[in-house]
């Protein structure tokens, strides 16, 4: 169903792909596991092994399109899903362009689909960043999310202050693992999310690119190109109300304007339906009607920084600028954002500002149309896309197929060379290729390195 989707975008105009997994396959589970029961193929695709790879992009050329992957604790595994199903279309690796998230820090703060402890998951980061320098060099290794961070909660500075700063951690990781800043900076990407305060909102993202262009000049980046601040947008989900459903076009509207403003290069435009389920096909085509309208008909895409210069979004740049360099000091202070998650700081600040926004919904002090003002009696919405919960049985049956089909001996010995790499100081993504492409699954490479590296728990 997803290949379908895929390709009636891409036959409507889309350039990209965005791939978003389900539960499961975010934290390293088969979909015959028991944890997944009731989760398989909710909040995205589920991917258990090469085999769902390859439908999943069946007549899609990888070289001609790009594909965004939002994926963490599990990135190391699907991108080599991804490098595997490329080398089977005799791809040139070196074309291959897209972007797997692969921040796992935000996973800690504010979302929660970890699996191994800070440390050990950092070294997988860092692996991803080593191997696609080398072999994948048009690649987005990272895409710092602010994204779920503000989903959980957070104000605008917050997102700002945390994403940036988990940014800068990162960096400084792959500057110890001996990569040049002016090359490696080049390939993160950012992911922010678009509120419905439209001014706010652009002076925010104006104020994080004057920020990390600092952040990557302090840590001695010469070249302009890995001082630039280059991010994704995604307008807000949990700003969107169940309640009058068609609201959330407005809303989605102005939030894809004020990205647009405030400078993004690339877009999400959510589903109107997004409180409701996965976007329906009407859902997802007006998403991208949007982007569209905005792009060809508003004239706004024609300007750089059309914004600047006004007194009043210049003054609120330089406020959110100010309130974020407070945060990013105090945890530089701390040792960084893996020390500060550690130490519960960011949770704790996330859940005070959610608590507060809460409040003044319920007060009544901030008005949600539809919400807690000009509210009406409504019908039961009709049309929800629902999945199916039969849908565990059918990967089920596909898992039970895949594990007699193939030649077990070479995935245990892929599954072996793993381990060894994985208690070494190598870099592992040559042997999760290998294994994925003997057809090992998800959930088995993930217990591999659970073995090795235990599991994270709060």
Partial sequence: ESNKRYHYLLNQGTTGLSVAFDLPTQIGYDSDHEM???????AGVAIDSLKDMETLFNGIPLQHITTSMTINATAYILLAMYVALAKRQNADLKKISGTVQNDILKEYAARGTYIYPPKPSMRLITDIFEYCSKELPAWNTISVSGYHIREAGS??????????????????????????????ARRI???????NNLFEEVAKFRAARRMWSKIT??????????????????????????????????????????????????????????????????????????????????????????LGGSFFVEQLTDQVEAEAWKYIEKIDAMGGSVQAIEEGFMQEEIARAAYAYQQQIEDGSKIIVGLNKFTMEE???????????????????????????????????????????SRSEEIVIPSVIEAVEQYATLGEIANVLRSVYGEYAV
């Fill in 217 to 306: 000049t302090d840590l001695g980046a010469t070249d302009p190109r890995a001082q630039m601040l280059r991010f994704h947008t995604q307008t807000g989900g949990s700003t969107l109300t169940a309640q009058q459903p068609m609201n959330n076009i407005v809303r989605v509207t102005i939030q894809a304007l004020a990205a647009v403003l405030g400078g993004t290069q690339s877009l999400h435009t959510n589903g109107f339906d997004e409180a409701l389920s996965l976007p329906t096909e009407t859902a997802a085509g007006l998403a991208l009607r949007t982007q569209q309208l905005i792009a060809h008909e508003s004239g706004v895409a024609k300007t750089v920084d059309p």
């Fill in 189 to 195: 990407s950012f992911f922010f999310n678009a509120h």
């Fill in 36 to 42: 997944a029961d009731g989760e398989v193929g909710k």
């Fill in 379 to 421: 019908k039961k919405p009709s049309g929800i896309f629902k999945v199916d919960d039969a849908i565990r049985k059918v990967q089920i049956g596909k898992l039970k197929e895949l594990r007699e089909s193939r030649n077990n001996e070479m995935v245990a010995a892929a599954l072996k060379q793993l381990e060894q790499k």
């Fill in 155 to 184: 104000t605008a500075v917050q997102e700002v202050a945390f994403t940036l700063s988990n940014g800068k951690s990162y960096l400084k990781a792959a500057m110890e693992r001996g990569l040049d800043i002016n090359v490696f």
